[in-house]
């Protein structure tokens, strides 16, 4: 079974950094890999798919690299708007099998 | 416009069977699988399983396998999440999801509270 990993598992930046978290899966994964925001209160929200489509209406502050086992997503300049937990997910187009990250929680500083 | 909309939230003792459900709208609801995520609280989101509500195919993550049910009936947009004897450790919520290069469109979430 394919495991994810996310670091750091929380991080606190200051407004207009660059901000940057890595998700690792224990075998290639070649690009099935999603990014969610999930704010607190609120229901997860999809911020990448296919390891670098933003998807749509999602600030282009946000984007996403990766392939194979190592990915990360980038806030280019952060706003206050973004502190929340990201979450990474692989999923298996054939297999159906969908794993979450265990997060990365963004402060303010 | 999608949208998923779940069951209330839901208040049972341990060893009591649940059914909760999430009703898809503004798309064509047999042709996307729906997944269904578990977040305990304080904590992150697991993959529970999935199902295609056009030939009920369905997959479990090896942790929730013999767990939980997942079902559809598509004659009604709806799909489903059960338990037939509830512990404590199950007190979440549960979210469901359209799967589409990713989640989506997601429920607005069910909590589950088992308490005697």
């Given amino acids: 079974d394919i495991q994810m990993t996310q670091s750091p598992s929380s991080l606190s930046a200051s407004v207009g950094d660059r901000v940057t978290i890595t998700c690792r899966a224990s075998q290639g994964i070649s690009n099935y890999l999603a990014w969610y925001q999930q704010k607190p209160g609120k229901v997860p929200k999809l911020l990448i798919y296919a390891a670098s489509t933003l998807q749509s209406g999602v600030p282009s502050r946000f984007s996403g690299s990766g392939s194979g086992t190592d990915f990360t997503l980038t806030i280019s300049s952060l706003q206050p708007e973004d502190v929340a937990t990201y979450y990474c997910q692989k999923y298996n187009s054939a297999l159906r099998i969908f794993t979450f990250g265990p997060g990365t929680k963004v402060d303010i500083k | ?116």
């Fill in chain 2, 1 to 116: 416009e999608v949208q998923l909309v779940q069951s209330g939230a839901e208040v049972k003792k341990p060893g009591e069977s649940l059914k909760i459900s999430c009703k898809g709208s503004g798309y064509s609801f047999t042709s996307y699988w729906i997944g269904w995520v578990r977040q305990m609280p304080g904590k992150g989101l697991e993959w529970m399983g999935i199902i295609y509500p056009g030939d009920s195919d369905t997959r479990y993550s090896p942790s929730f396998q013999g767990q939980v049910t997942i079902s559809a009936d598509k004659s009604i947009s709806t799909a489903y999440l059960q338990w037939s004897s509830l512990k404590a450790s199950d007190t979440a919520m549960y979210y469901c999801a359209r799967s589409y290069g990713g989640y989506d469109y997601w429920g607005q979430g069910t909590l589950v509270t088992v308490s005697s």
